[in-house]
Each structure stands twice: as structure tokens, then as C-alpha cells.
């Protein structure tokens, strides 16, 4: 059981039966009256956000949330196949669970899955993927000097902005939080 003084950013807690993650708080104490809590909390099923105001004291339930590193494998229709790595349970996730993380999903690539109560609610990518560029305009020599930028698609299917001197079939670092390229990769 956690309590309102327990709160810190991040802390998962079952409030209405319901799995939150506590995204902002401030510990109000007024001249008169009793001391509270301001909360923001996002659904961890929804994603909605509400802002509910605590008195010292209350109690929250630990939601039954367990994150497991898991292997991609492949994908049917909407359906993204992820594998325990120590069980080798394979798990059925929905497309609409990974948003727009399925342009830098690489197969065999390494995620965590955050489950409550067994079912699947979120699916966080490594932090960087190194993606092989399929199909860009050619690079042309000496435009290192500007800021500009061109579209790439990756081996993956997504596509990211990378400088004009970056060429098709190199491979490039992408940042999966942004979507954007961090720089090129040789090996």
C-alpha cells in the first residue's frame, strides 16, 4: 500500500481500480486546514490524464503491473508477436498499443512490455535503433555545410529526415523516443 506522502514521479499506483502513473504532485499545506496533495495522474490503460486532489493520509493499492524484457518477432495483420526471453511465452500485442513505435520496430530487437494483470498495456522500444536506409536521392558531394534535409525511408518502413549528404543503403542512428536521426553509422 502506498500513501500520499509516497508519492514521487513515476510511481505506479491503483486508484479506482484502475492502473496510474503519477506524473506530477505538490504537497499543499495551508494556514488553516488540512494538509493535501495536488496529483496528476495518466491512466496507464487509457492514457487519459485526470488531476485529483488527495488529504494527507489516503492509502493507494500497488497495481499488479510487471515489466518483462521481450523479443520482437514478427507481425500479422495488427498483431505484433513479442517472446519472453527466459520463458519463451509468445505474446499477441495490438498494433494500436505501439502507436507510432512500429516505424523503428526491428525484428529481434529487444523491448520492454509493461503488463497488468497479464494483458499487455504498453511496449517501450531501446532507446536507439541503428536502421539501414532503402531508398533516398542521392547525396551530392560538399553539402555538409548547411542544415538541410532530406526524406529517408528505412528498412523498417519509417521515415526520418537525415542531411543531404547521407546516401541509400547506409545505415543511420535513429532516437525511438523522437523519431528523429542522431547521426550515421559505419560498420
Given at each position: 500500500m502506498y500513501e500520499v506522502s509516497d508519492f514521487r514521479t513515476g510511481l505506479k499506483i491503483e486508484y479506482e481500480g484502475e492502473p496510474y502513473i503519477v506524473v506530477e504532485f505538490q504537497h499543499v499545506k495551508p494556514g488553516k486546514g488540512n494538509a493535501f496533495t495536488r496529483t496528476k495522474l495518466k491512466s496507464l490503460l487509457s492514457g487519459r490524464t485526470i488531476q485529483p486532489t488527495f488529504?494527507?493520509?489516503?492509502?493507494?493499492?500497488?497495481?499488479?503491473?510487471?515489466?518483462?524484457?521481450?523479443?520482437?518477432?514478427y507481425h500479422d495483420d495488427d498483431h505484433y508477436t513479442f517472446m519472453d526471453t527466459t520463458t519463451y511465452d509468445q505474446v499477441a500485442v495490438q498494433k494500436?498499443?505501439?502507436?507510432?513505435?512500429?516505424?523503428?520496430?526491428?525484428?529481434?530487437?529487444?523491448?520492454?512490455?509493461?503488463?497488468?494483470?497479464?494483458?499487455?498495456?504498453?511496449?517501450?522500444?531501446?532507446?536507439f535503433v541503428v536502421l539501414k536506409i532503402t531508398s533516398c536521392e542521392p547525396g551530392v558531394r560538399g553539402d555538409?555545410?548547411?542544415?538541410?534535409?532530406?526524406?529517408?525511408?528505412?528498412?523498417?518502413?519509417?521515415?526520418?529526415?537525415?542531411?543531404?549528404?547521407?546516401n541509400e543503403g547506409e545505415r543511420v542512428k535513429i532516437d525511438t523516443r523522437t523519431g528523429s536521426y542522431v547521426e550515421r553509422v559505419n560498420y
Open positions: 488529504k494527507s493520509g489516503e492509502t493507494f493499492g500497488e497495481p499488479d503491473v510487471e515489466e518483462k524484457q521481450m523479443q520482437y518477432l494500436e498499443l505501439l502507436g507510432d513505435q512500429v516505424s523503428w520496430l526491428q525484428e529481434n530487437s529487444t523491448c520492454a512490455v509493461l503488463f497488468w494483470n497479464g494483458k499487455p498495456l504498453a511496449v517501450t522500444l531501446p532507446t555538409t555545410a548547411t542544415n538541410a534535409s532530406k526524406p529517408a525511408t528505412l528498412e523498417s518502413g519509417g521515415i526520418v529526415n537525415v542531411p543531404l549528404f547521407i
